[in-house]
């Protein structure tokens, strides 16, 4: 199953909202967010037979990958080696037996959703994400209060277009369970990404798409604070952030400098959540741009003596001639002394 396409049986399942959230929702609108959270019934068995599908699809993808890997390590001057065309027909036939499944699933249970989720799952997954879609706007008339399919939905239409329409189903699946964070994530990439796209269809002008991006990001970091994807997606979006706008020099420096601060907490905040050198020394790069954005020079040489991986050395390399570069200029240049009248 793709892990981008969310389907409602397997992401709504393993969604689990921390206590603390809980119990603010409780608390709030006085009502269990698992009442919100649509959940097939396990015992269902209609459900039991889809699970058994859905384990040969996973276990279709691992086949395939194996397959990959093994041809991959063969020479392919061999004689013996299979040919492109034979390979390509063995997955197919192999993705054809997991479709099959599906399809007499479906056949059967026609009026069951979470088997046209999973379907359409597979067949993004595989490529044909037309079909995907067309599974998925007939399921989302089946149930349109199932949130996971709007926003597989918009997911889709963010991927192959019509982009326009990825918007209003992400605002149906957040209207529809405002506490999943993945379907506020997913609007806020899109806009970030898509701002022209997003400038049309919230009539707004580009600062106003990046401070809705930047709003929507902050809300999911509120929905879940220790999750370094989203943490990392929002500091990132500072960078389309403008300054406030100032009249005189003294108020156009204090607002750069306020909104470097906040990038800078961002970033502050994804560093510690980072689980690996790579993700960290990739952050130090951040924070020396708005260092160097800002004019501290030091801090920034500070952050890049922190990157060592090799994966970033061409970015450190870069941002170190940014420095040379720019503290040069920053330094007035004084004027030689004239030479004393004879």
């Known amino acids: 199953m793709s892990d ?10 393993a969604t689990n909202q921390p206590a603390a959230l809980s119990n603010y929702v ?103 994400e037309p079909g995907a ?50 379907y506020r994530y997913n609007l806020a990439t899109v806009v970030f990404l898509f701002r022209k796209d997003a400038m049309e269809y919230y009539r707004c002008d580009e600062q106003a798409v990046f401070d809705r991006a930047l709003a929507m990001y902050k809300e999911v970091r ?16 500072y960078y389309g952030v403008k300054p406030s706008p100032s009249d005189t020099p003294e108020g156009k420096r204090l607002a750069e400098l306020k909104l470097a601060a906040a990038a800078r907490t961002g970033w502050l905040e994804a560093l510690e959540l980072s689980d690996n050198p790579v993700d960290r020394e990739g952050i130090f790069l951040h924070l020396a741009r708005w260092n160097i954005r800002t004019g501290e020079f030091e801090s920034a040489r500070t952050n890049l003596t922190l990157v060592t991986n090799e994966v970033h050395l061409d970015v450190k390399k870069r941002l170190e001639r940014n420095i040379a570069e720019k503290s040069a200029a920053a330094v007035p240049v004084v004027a030689p002394a004239p030479a004393p009248a004879p």
């Open 26 to 128: 409780v608390g709030k609108v006085g009502v269990d967010p698992a009442v919100i959270v649509s959940r097939p019934d396990e015992k269902d068995p209609r459900y039991l037979e889809l699970q058994v599908v859905m384990e040969d699809d996973d276990a279709s993808d691992t086949e395939i990958e194996a397959w990959i890997l093994e041809r991959r390590a063969m020479d392919p001057t061999d004689p013996r080696s299979e040919s492109e065309l034979a390979f390509r027909q063995r997955i197919e036939v192999r993705n054809q037996k997991v479709a099959d499944a599906y399809l007499a699933l479906m056949k059967k249970y026609p009026d069951y959703v979470p088997v046209r989720n999973a379907y359409a799952s597979f067949l993004a997954e595989t490529g044909d």
């Open 222 to 237: 509120r929905l879940r604070p220790h999750n370094f994807r989203y943490a990392f997606d929002y500091a990132q979006t």
């Open 133 to 182: 879609i067309e599974i998925l706007e007939k399921a989302s008339e089946m149930n349109p209060r199932d949130p996971a399919v709007w926003n597989n939905l918009a997911n889709l239409y963010g991927h192959i277009g019509p982009v326009a329409r990825a918007f209003p189903a992400y605002e149906k699946a957040i209207e529809l369970n405002p506490y999943e964070p993945v």
């Open 4 to 13: 981008l396409l969310v389907g409602a049986l397997s992401v709504l399942l």
